[in-house]
């Protein structure tokens, strides 16, 4: 079975500033993909990257990156130059073979001005 | 676009009285997925279709059951609301079984339900 963690109920940063959002997984699957997923207050969730297991280098989507550690099984999130508008849920998840997505618990980000 | 489109945003509806929610998808998707997202919760999987294939969740309570009639169309019927049913209803499409494919999620906005 998979499992998803997040250990950061809640984080805040300061605007314009660099904030890393914690995830660790557990999988027997060889092959999986990881995401991150953000949900704003009262708005849709919106895939914000996403990283395949046999890709060794790091995702990349503009001011969103992560940090891939496969034998640790680690998976954080790196938003750089904090804006308000990145003020929500962000959700860590794995999916493998025909599984639906795994969800962790969610990381509350506060994006303060 | 709205690509995935819940309807109605906010429903409420009384202890023990039906209700049903709707989902539509404008993707042509296969897999259309209901999941429960209670606050400051990650979303919980209720059950997904693939095309017409019902996948049910081995802890999904019997009170809860799904329709697909047709590939845009998915509801999610609630027979006897309780007061724990109360949360956000997410639906969700994919091309494929993720495992299959690399495509993510397609989310709508969610129904918001509330049980007096």
């Known amino acids: 079975a998979q499992t998803v963690t997040q250990s950061q109920p809640e984080m805040s940063v300061q605007e314009a500033e660099t904030v890393t959002l914690s995830c660790t997984y557990d999988?027997?699957?060889?092959?999986?993909?990881l995401f991150w997923y953000k949900q704003p207050p009262s708005r849709q969730m919106i895939l914000v990257i996403r990283?395949?297991?046999?890709?060794?280098q790091n995702a990349t989507e503009n001011r969103f990156s992560v940090n891939f550690q496969k034998a640790a099984k680690s998976f954080s999130l790196k938003i750089s130059d904090s804006q308000l508008g990145d003020t929500a849920m962000y959700f860590c998840?794995?999916?493998?073979?025909?599984?639906?997505?795994?969800f962790g618990k969610g990381t509350r980000l506060s994006v303060i001005a | 676009d709205a690509m995935v489109i819940q309807n109605p945003r906010y429903q409420v509806t009384q202890f023990g009285k039906p209700v049903t929610l709707s989902c539509s998808q404008t993707?042509?998707?296969?897999?259309m997925y209901w999941y429960q997202q209670k606050s400051s919760q990650a979303p919980k999987l209720l059950f997904h279709?693939?095309?017409?294939?019902?996948?049910n969740e081995a802890d999904t309570p019997d009170n809860f059951q799904s329709r697909r009639p047709n590939t845009s169309f998915c509801f999610l019927d609630i027979r006897s609301p309780g007061l724990g049913d109360a949360a956000m209803y997410l639906c969700?499409?994919?091309?494929?079984?993720?495992?299959?494919?690399?495509?993510?999620?397609?989310f709508g906005d969610g129904t918001r339900l509330s049980i007096l």
């Open positions: 993707l042509n998707h296969n897999v």
């Open positions: 998840a794995s999916l493998s073979g025909n599984t639906p997505l795994v």
């Open positions: 279709y693939y095309d017409k294939d019902f996948n």
């Open positions: 969700a499409t994919s091309r494929d079984l993720l495992g299959d494919s690399n495509q993510p999620q397609h």
């Open positions: 999988t027997s699957e060889n092959n999986y993909y």
């Open positions: 990283q395949e297991a046999y890709k060794q």
